[in-house]
């Protein structure tokens, strides 16, 4: 998919195919390696996990189900779709760095995944309709079937079809001059059975298509009802209701919910000197025509209807899944506003040393600035950008830019200081997946005002989070430095757990500078203070620490290691861990996702102990801790132990060097590694149960981790 040459960054390190040795059906092979889709379905059992148990809010349970198929829906668009390309000869997509590792062919793993999704599936529809459905009702939350509309709630709805959906729905027949529609990707349409009333000229279509402008209105339309009920009728039921009013003359036979996935992964099939935006903007066009790779429907869809759906389709039998609703519920949760439903709020608080000082300038000057989102509020690092803008002393600013958002005040900050006339240079990564559009938006704006704008090297997505300040201090020039582990964007700032570093040390800002020079203008950097930079050193500074702790046990001095990550599916470094643990190394791994090294196997990883947490916030932080005999590093990082971060990205890992910054990251560490109440032990199996207590106190580390952001020191 990528190009994979740039002057002095080209890697021949084997990709990640190699990276499992275990069997399709998930059972433990003879290494330490377990497949990484089998791992990512049972960290997707882990959410579902979270809306089965009984002591969640009711409403945090929806959400739960939300996030549980959101999570399926980009599964099947990017990791079942490139499986399923890699059975076409000639589509797969060259060059991707995280396809299918291990022996199994990929038709293994697809019957693997299949089998496991459908069971995980079974168990979401279960969940909803016989456990949380009941309990909403029993609480006044209920979702109105057409056979259970009172009379006002009727002359309502009715009024809604005429006003509201009557002038954006669109129904699409089938016959010989009307071929098989396109369904796009995750649109939600009814499949509607039909024959003419009587005989008539009107042609004998038996088949027709009704789109649900999900996209434009909301799909759980509030209906009247008495004080304390929340009524809600589902857009595709509104439209059932008012076939009659779509298909005069025709009697309507049936009409059953069907929803498409169709593969999202973007084709850059570039030439040379081929425009980036412009490819990337063609790409978009072709997601949407992506093939099919799942269809979901109501269970009693007609099967000759069924048959028909998937002979247009193209779809094997292993690609449908049945369920009532598909528990899309994501806008149920917003729509009711039940706090005893929720989790207690938990009102980020603000920076300490910015509410401190004059300014945030004084503030970084007094001393570097940790801060933990989303316990501290995200605001720290927009009042930073827009500070920047304002303030007629900066001279400059350089920043990247991975995911923004559509509103990204960040983004808008940048371009009120280029219009301001300051040096601005925007790295704005435009393969992005899923925000390439918000991200072209952004880029043209900051081009329209004069900002210097590019959009990575070639053949590496820029996956690093920094920004550069560069301020006139009377006769001094001193540069402001923003390095963070998640993405400058306010909406998952609420919601993800991550790491930032403000400081305005010399040698942070000659390394920022020259990474910038890189990111720019493919300057060659000279040695960096402090910066480890992938691709060119991330892996091997890793496999250096990790075999520095283990030279430091096989001394007898104090070695442990400790990684907090998002996904740990390299194979190179999960043996470098493994030969750690036989040194006697004591690694603990807390990694949220895709864990493909197996745990606690006798003789090859026994001191390795790895767990998982899924609580209310995303955990997205990455941060590296080596013991070091006593002379303790911590680090924080963009990039996961994956393949394309360590090879085919640029990432960045960065120290915090303050003893009191230093403290907040260790406590960080130990209260996740002690959650007994949202942490799941990984087995060696590459299944997971809830961690025991087995005595010690109850401990939810998230809430602790807010607890702590209010009340210790995070400025050195």
Not at 312 to 335: H, K, R, V, W
Not at 398 to 422: C, D, F, H
Not at 465 to 489: F, M, P, Q, S, W
Request: glycine share 6%.
């Amino acid at each position: 998919m990528e190009t994979r040459e740039m002057a002095g960054l080209s890697s021949d390190r084997p990709d990640e195919r190699r990276a499992t040795e275990c069997h399709a059906d998930g059972r433990p092979g003879s290494g330490i390696l377990i497949d990484r889709e089998l791992s990512w379905l049972e960290f997707n059992q882990r959410v579902l996990e979270e809306a089965q148990d009984p002591t969640v809010p009711l409403l945090e349970r929806v959400k739960f189900l939300a996030i549980f198929s959101s999570n399926l829906d980009e599964f099947f668009m990017i990791r079942v779709a490139d499986l399923k390309r890699q059975l076409r000869p000639g589509d797969h997509l060259p060059g991707w760095a995280d396809s299918q590792p291990g022996d199994a062919s990929p038709a293994e793993i697809l019957a693997a995944v299949a089998a496991r999704v459908h069971q995980l599936v079974d168990e979401q529809h279960r969940c909803f309709l016989e456990e949380v459905q009941p309990l909403l009702a029993a609480e006044g939350v209920r979702i109105v079937r057409p056979k259970d509309v009172t009379p006002e709630q009727g002359a309502m709805l009715e009024d809604y079809f005429h006003r509201t959906v009557l002038p954006v729905v669109t129904p699409l027949a089938i016959d010989p001059s009307h071929p098989f529609p396109h369904i796009a990707n995750r649109a939600l349409c009814l499949v509607v059975s039909l024959r003419p009333a009587e005989a008539s000229l009107l042609p004998s279509a038996s088949v027709a298509i009704v789109h649900i402008p999900v996209q434009v209105l909301p799909r759980f339309i509030r209906l009247p009802a008495a004080p304390g009920v929340h009524s809600f009728m589902l857009l595709e039921d509104v439209i059932r209701m008012n076939l009659p009013r779509l298909y005069h003359g025709y009697e309507i036979l049936s009409a059953h919910a069907i929803r498409v996935t169709r593969d999202a992964d973007l084709p850059l099939r570039r030439r040379e000197d081929d425009d980036l935006m412009t490819t990337i903007q063609e790409s978009l066009r072709d997601r949407r025509m992506g093939t099919a790779v799942r269809l979901q429907y109501d269970p009693d869809l007609p099967a000759d209807v069924l048959a028909r759906l998937v002979d247009e389709l193209e779809l094997d039998p292993a690609d449908l899944y049945a369920g009532e609703g598909f528990t899309d519920l994501a806008q149920l949760y917003s729509a009711v506003d039940l706090p005893r439903l929720k989790d207690r709020p938990l009102v980020p608080v603000s920076v300490a040393a910015f509410d401190q000082a004059p300014d945030v300038w004084t503030a970084i000057r007094h001393g570097d600035v940790l801060v933990h989102h989303p316990y501290h509020a995200f605001e720290a690092v927009t009042r930073f950008v827009q500070a920047a803008a304002e303030d007629p002393a900066v001279l400059a600013i350089s920043m990247t830019l991975y995911r923004v958002s559509p509103t990204s005040p960040i983004a808008r900050a940048l371009t009120l200081a280029a219009e301001g006339g300051k040096e601005v240079a925007v790295l704005v990564e435009l393969q992005a997946r899923f925000d390439e559009e918000a991200n072209i938006q952004w880029a043209r704006a900051l081009e329209e005002v004069g900002a210097h704008v590019v959009y990575g090297l070639v053949g590496y997505k820029t996956h690093c989070k920094a920004c550069l300040v560069v301020r006139r201090e009377g006769d001094v020039i001193r540069r402001y430095c923003h390095l963070a582990t998640g993405n400058y964007n306010v909406r998952t700032g609420g919601v993800y757990s991550d790491l930032g570093l403000f400081t305005c040390r010399e040698t942070f800002g000659e390394d920022l500078t020259e990474l910038f020079n890189l990111l720019t203008g493919y300057t060659r950097p000279v040695q960096f203070h402090h910066l480890v930079v992938a691709p060119t050193g991330l892996r091997e500074a890793l496999v250096a620490k990790i075999r520095r702790e283990a030279d430091h046990a096989r001394a007898g001095r104090p070695a442990r290691l400790v990684a907090k990550l998002n996904s740990l599916v390299d194979p190179h470094l999960i043996e470098e861990l493994a030969a750690a643990s036989r040194a006697g190394v004591q690694v603990d791994l807390v990694v949220r996702g895709i864990c493909c090294l197996r745990p606690g196997v006798p003789g090859l990883t026994d001191r390795i102990r790895a767990i998982s947490i899924v609580d209310r916030f995303l955990e997205h932080a990455r941060i590296f801790y080596f013991q070091n005999a006593g002379e303790e590093e911590f680090y924080l990082a963009s990039a996961d132990w994956m393949p394309r971060n360590l090879d085919h990205r640029m990432e960045a890992a960065f120290p915090v060097l303050a003893p009191v910054l230093r403290e907040r990251l260790r406590e960080i560490l130990e209260v996740q590694l002690a959650d007994t109440a949202k942490a799941r032990v990984l087995l060696p199996d590459g299944r997971s149960t809830r961690v025991v207590a087995a005595g010690r106190p109850a401990l939810r580390s998230q809430e602790r981790l807010y607890e702590l952001a209010a009340s210790a020191r995070w400025t050195a």
